[in-house]
């Protein structure tokens, strides 16, 4: 494929990390989905009403687990894209802490007590730091070049 031969061989797995992401997203998607139906959420609300809706604490954790990923996908993956040009394995396991971080900043999101999405989701902020120092390098590797 044409460009290929231009990313190292390791990029692979930065590609890869971004595709597993891209699951997890559809599948906290489907869980806000099942949500709706749960708690009887109708779009076009993207909220439920507390004071028409008794679960509506309930529902709003889930969307909002599922919202703020959405608000953090783009900075995740451009600098997944950059810093993985010229750091792919270190991208990679960053990435993958972010991914698993991710899940579980979702899950305690989702239990309703949005203090639990920090318990292991506090460390996709972390690997986040490492992604965007990597990006950096990679800049910084570019301009020096």
Known sequence: MAGVEMLPKEYGYVVLILSLYGLLNFWMATQ???????????????????????????????????????EWMPSF???????GIKHPIISAALGFVYLVARYFYFTGYSSGDPQKRLTIGKFNFLALIGLILCGISCGISFVLA
């Open 32 to 70: 806000v989905g099942k949500a709706r139906r749960k708690y009887n959420v109708t779009y076009p609300a993207m909220y439920a009403s507390e004071s028409e809706n008794k679960d509506a604490n309930l529902f709003n954790c889930i969307q909002r687990g599922h919202q703020n990923s959405l």
């Open 77 to 83: 993956y451009i600098f997944m894209v950059v810093g």
